[in-house]
T-cell receptor
């Protein structure tokens, strides 16, 4: 099936640092979504992007829908301990109909105090 | 504030046993989805439903069956469990399908098959 290439796979950073992660695909997406998953829980939606070029913020999080519609990035500014978790990009393929989302493999964020 | 509720949360099965995972949502969503999540992988779609009485195959449907007899419930069945089906299973729902309808996820069912 269609795969999203999400990078990096993991990040070890110091508290207070900024974080950047991205997803790319060879296919066009109509929507890009960024989810966070804490241990033992399901993914929780952070940001949804619906239009090429769109830049959206949610507190310290900022995400952008790439102009080509084949990529997206997520930035986290001034990281704090509760930012630890796995971040997934997900998208809805152009012409995908009612099918579910296509997910990246996740970026595991670890914050060292 | 229930949202999407999955039962059970954990289960251990022996190879060849059968079981049903239940997903219930209280948001009056039309669309429901079952995913599996394996280590180092993103979520992969097993089956989905676009409304009561309808189901469709996703990316990895083999070995699973589903039913949507009531709008609020979506059942995932394993008729003869195999070790390869050891995984964490997530149910999700959305009001409508498509680009502008983000999916809401349950907390998962952790299934181990020995």
């Amino acid at each position: 099936g269609q795969q999203l290439n999400q990078s990096p796979q993991s990040m070890f950073i110091q508290e207070g640092e900024d974080v950047s992660m991205n997803c790319t695909s060879s296919s066009i997406f109509n929507t890009w979504l960024w989810y966070k998953q804490d241990p033992g829980e399901g993914p929780v939606l952070l940001i949804a992007l619906y239009k090429a070029g769109e830049l959206t913020s949610n507190g310290r999080l900022t995400a952008q829908f790439g102009i080509t519609r084949k990529d997206s990035f997520l930035n986290i500014s001034a990281s704090i301990p509760s930012d630890v978790g796995i971040y997934f990009c997900a998208g809805h393929l152009q012409g995908g109909g009612a099918d579910g989302l296509t997910f990246g493999k996740g970026t595991h964020l670890i914050i060292q105090p | 504030n229930a949202g999407v509720t999955q039962t059970p949360k954990f289960r251990v099965l022996k190879t060849g046993q059968s079981m049903t995972l239940l997903c219930a949502q209280d948001m009056n969503h039309e669309y429901m989805y079952w995913y599996r999540q394996d280590p180092g992988m993103g979520l992969r779609l097993i089956h989905y439903s676009v409304g009561e009485g309808t189901t469709a195959k996703g990316e990895v449907p083999d070995g699973y069956n589903v039913s949507r007899l009531k709008k609020q419930n979506f059942l995932l069945g394993l008729e003869s469990a195999a070790p390869s089906q050891t995984s964490v299973y997530f149910c999700a729902s959305s009001f409508l399908a498509g680009a502008r309808q983000p999916q809401h996820f349950g907390d998962g069912t952790r299934l181990s098959i020995l």
